[in-house]
């Protein structure tokens, strides 16, 4: 059946002869070029103007005022129904411009809400799987350490760490001289544990 629709771009009105997909809609290629076209601007201007309006700039990480995930990634709402954008990935296209198909844009700092651009950074797919393994290797590392209950040393013992650390030894070096994981030393470089130890400047 031949219908006369009107070309939601131009507005002539056209013969629907259902042989061409875009012939739903428009007249012509060139029309719904145009209109896809028009649409992703019109999706980057709000993707722009959600992100200036919720996004907190600081030193380090950035913060997030906007929609939150479930999984805890940042997300902008650039209005209509799946135009869903990616927190990250839409402040790389904001700082650095378009993504290109098949890259994925990873956390350097692991904080998911965080879209600081000199905080991310673009791979492949196995980019992100190597960083997901390494992440996870790390915090599976750290709870082992825990598990183990290595928790006992001297406060004497702490000092000494403390020293090494200023002393610039790595958390291996120095947890191979005191038979402690790597993680129980950064716990104490990092200050979680032996706070109050203090060695003299
Ligand atoms: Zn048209
Ligand atoms: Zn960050």
């Given at each position: 059946m031949i219908l006369k629709v009107n070309c939601q771009l131009c507005k002539v009105d056209f013969l629907n002869?259902?042989?061409d997909r875009?012939?739903?809609?428009y007249c012509s290629s060139a029309c719904h070029h145009e209109s896809m076209r028009a649409n992703k601007q019109d999706i980057s201007i709000k993707m722009k103007r959600d992100y200036e309006s919720n996004v907190?700039?600081?030193d380090g990480c950035w913060g997030w005022n906007?929609?939150?995930r479930k999984d805890g990634y940042g997300v902008i709402n650039a209005g209509g129904h799946n135009n869903k954008i990616l927190l990250h990935r839409a402040s790389w296209m904001i700082h650095f411009g378009e993504i290109p198909k098949k890259?994925?844009?990873?956390h350097k700092c692991d904080n998911h809400i965080c879209s600081a651009p000199s905080h991310l950074f673009i791979g492949t797919q196995q980019d992100n799987v190597t960083d997901m393994i390494s992440k996870g290797r790390r915090k599976q590392a750290c709870l082992k350490g825990e598990r183990n209950g290595s928790a006992t040393i001297t406060e004497q013992q702490a000092k000494e760490i403390k020293i090494l650390l200023k002393d610039g030894l790595n958390g291996v070096q120095i947890g191979k001289i005191f038979n402690?994981?790597?993680c129980f030393i950064s716990k104490i470089k990092t200050g979680k544990t032996w706070k109050h130890i203090k060695i003299e400047e």
């Open positions: 002869n259902h042989k875009y012939k739903k809609k907190v700039k600081s906007g929609m939150i890259m994925f844009i990873l402690k994981s790597r």
